[in-house]
């Protein structure tokens, strides 16, 4: 059975930092293409960053030079480390595995950027 489970979410004053998780069980990780998605509300899910099997990397323009995704095969986790959150940052943030015809989603952690 595959999981995706994320974690790290909470609330953060802005300008703080905050690393989410998403930890893997139950597919071939290093296979996986792994990225970080968000759903504001009121809004479409967006993606955030993502990191290829291969390792290359992209961000979304809005989070480039303050969010950094990385990826631990070892550990079958993918992280996203952000730095001097925003207001607009608030969001439910989704992990996603995909690879092929294979695509899963976790849950999704809430992060709250507020005073």
């Known amino acids: 059975q595959v999981q995706v489970v994320e974690s790290g979410g909470g609330l953060v004053q802005p300008g703080g930092s905050l690393r989410l998780s998403c930890a893997t069980s139950g597919i071939i990780f290093r296979l996986y293409h792994m990225g970080w998605y968000r759903q504001a509300p009121g809004k479409q899910r967006e993606l955030v960053a993502r990191i290829r099997n291969g390792g290359t990397i992209n961000y979304s323009d809005s989070v480039k030079g303050r969010f950094t995704i990385s990826r631990d095969n070892t550990k079958n986790t993918v992280y996203l480390q952000m730095n001097s959150l925003k207001p607009e940052d608030t969001a439910v943030y989704y992990c996603?595995?995909?690879?092929?015809?294979?695509?899963?989603w976790g849950q999704g952690t809430q992060v709250t950027v507020s005073s």
């Open positions: 996603n595995a995909a690879y092929a015809n294979a695509d899963y």
